[in-house]
């Protein structure tokens, strides 16, 4: 029953298999959540993953020993002190170190900015709807503090909407409005230390449509947290008596709760398997750029986007359904062998964003806060030499390692920098973000079509994200040009681009061979 409700398929059976019901890393997560919650016993996506067969599951957690599996005690609501200081993530703190100009490619936000257009909008409307989210989600209230630590504001003053009517402008006098608001927005370090750690504004146009800016910083809400917050607008604005009860829990009883597992065996356990591999574990992608980090004076993201159709996306799920592999390690993959073809060493670590929070308590899907965690993806030689081979390989390796993700990816960091002697220069410039899963981005789904959107990162070359919009595949690249140039840049994301109509248009290129070279130029 719990697959069928969240794979939304009533004919899943005993001997169903997961990947070939559209399962991935997410859906996986909500079904830990599920597994927990309805029968006492904590699993992880890796269980899921190495017993696709729904009876092999089945079995597993029958075995399981019930008396030690209470993940739902791990989180007591601390209701008292909810608005006391405490402690950052460890990816929190890596963002804020960063955007303090700590390292090179510093001193920028860990930021997203959305634009959305939107009809027959009523300002006066949407500025309650969001004074009513602030209330409800407590992270919206957050702060960070000077010394490092966060904090929940008991009380904040209205948030005021700031509205821009440019229906007065001709279209090209509004076209240069916008693209002001956007050059100021798109790419601004918000005050993390100031409520509120957003903005919103709208720009009206005429009568009925109006363009909305988002800008939000992500120290604060992770990439799952930010959809769920679009989707809540647009839920609130249609219904004028939406109502849910308050959560639990709050973002700052998840964080003290992922504290307190450091103090575990299966921390240590977790910080073993890392370390282990601490001496032979590899580096980042290495390319031949045309300006090193510490003489770009302002990091500036551009994008580029490719959009795979519906029928495309089709072929592609059923291309990693069929192999038992997630349609993110499929490009995982694919991005891998495109990165190779320019990078310097063969074999590398990809920077790996995962939203795959915790499922600590029966509401922790109605919080929203900063749940990233990162995971240093090594990308080996594959023994059978193929695309396929490749992406089978990543995926046993990605769930091996979020098996021992509580020694989290920012403290490895940390050793690897003591490694390379390097203090100050990008560790994992590399990023591929997955956002499937987490919205469907439809206009009915949010406030209005978007038709904009920017990402930025402190010490990141180069972020590959993908998420589903309106049915398509939408593949996007923020990249720092000035490190590559526009040139390469563009030529990769066309070989990228190429490689993945070739496997849409013939799978077989999965089993086409993988041509390493031991010396490159």
């Known amino acids: 029953n719990i697959y069928k409700e969240i794979l939304n398929d009533v004919n899943v ?7 070939q019901l559209g399962g991935d890393s997410l859906s996986a997560t909500k079904i830990v959540s599920e597994v927990q919650k309805e029968l006492c016993v904590q699993i992880s996506i890796g269980d899921i993953f190495k017993y696709p067969v729904l009876r092999e599951l089945s079995e597993y957690i029958k075995n399981i020993d019930k008396k030690e599996n209470l993940p739902f005690q791990k989180i007591v609501p601390d ?4 608005n006391e200081p405490f402690a950052l993530t460890d990816v929190q703190f890596a963002y804020w170190m960063g955007r303090n100009g700590m390292y090179s490619l510093g001193s920028v936000a860990t930021h997203c900015y959305f634009e959305l257009d939107c009809l027959d909008i009523k300002p006066n409307k949407l500025q309650k709807v969001i004074n009513d989210m602030i209330k409800y989600h407590s992270m919206l209230r957050a702060v960070i503090l000077n010394n490092g630590m966060q904090q929940i504001l008991k009380k904040v003053p209205p948030f005021m909407l ?10 090209v006098e509004q076209e240069e409005a916008l693209k002001a608001t956007r050059d100021i927005m798109s790419h601004e370090v918000l005050k993390i230390d100031k409520w509120p750690v957003f903005n919103f504004k709208i720009s009206i146009l005429n009568e009925a449509k109006s363009r909305l800016h988002i800008s939000l910083d992500n120290i604060i809400l992770d990439g799952w947290s930010m959809f769920h917050i679009l989707n809540e607008i647009k839920i609130r604005y249609d219904n004028a008596c939406f109502y849910t009860e308050l959560p639990d829990i709050s973002f700052r009883d998840y964080v003290l709760a992922i504290e307190a597992i450091k103090k575990t065996p299966k921390y240590e356990r977790d910080k073993k398997y890392w370390m282990d591999r601490l001496n032979t574990f590899l580096e980042a992608p ?3 750029t045309v300006k090193l980090e510490n003489e770009i004076e302002k990091q500036t993201f551009n994008r580029r986007e490719k959009i795979i159709d519906s029928r495309g996306l089709k072929i592609l799920k059923t291309i990693a359904r069929e192999n038992n592999i997630t349609l993110t390690i499929l490009l995982i993959a694919l991005f891998s062998e495109t990165l190779r073809k320019y990078t310097l060493n063969d074999e590398f670590v990809l920077n790996i964003t995962q939203f795959n929070k915790e499922q600590l308590h029966p509401d922790i899907n109605k919080i929203v806060g900063d749940f990233t965690t990162l995971s240093y993806l090594e990308v080996r030689k594959s023994t059978d030499d193929t695309l396929l081979g490749k992406a089978r390989m990543l995926q046993k390796q990605l769930v091996e390692d979020t098996k021992h993700n509580s020694y989290s990816a920012v403290e490895f960091g940390r050793e690897l920098r003591i490694k390379y002697n390097n203090d100050r220069e990008a560790l994992m410039p590399i990023v591929f973000t997955s956002g499937l899963g987490l919205s469907e981005g439809r206009k ?12 930025q990162t402190p010490q990141v070359w180069l972020d590959h994200q993908v998420m589903e919009m309106n049915g398509n595949l939408k593949i996007i690249w923020d990249s720092i040009d000035e490190i590559f140039t526009a040139k390469i840049l563009d030529e990769m994301f066309g070989m990228y681009g190429d490689l993945l109509d070739n496997v849409i248009n013939d799978a077989n290129v999965l089993f086409s061979k993988v041509n390493y070279k031991e010396n490159k130029d």
Do not use: P, Q, R
């Open 162 to 171: 700031d509205i821009n009517n440019l229906s007065c402008f001709s279209k």
């Open 13 to 19: 059976s005993a001997d169903s298999n997961y990947f």
């Open 444 to 455: 009915d789904v949010w406030l209005g079509e978007l038709v904009y959107s920017i990402s």
């Open 286 to 288: 290495k390319f031949k």
């Open 79 to 82: 209701v008292e002190n909810i």
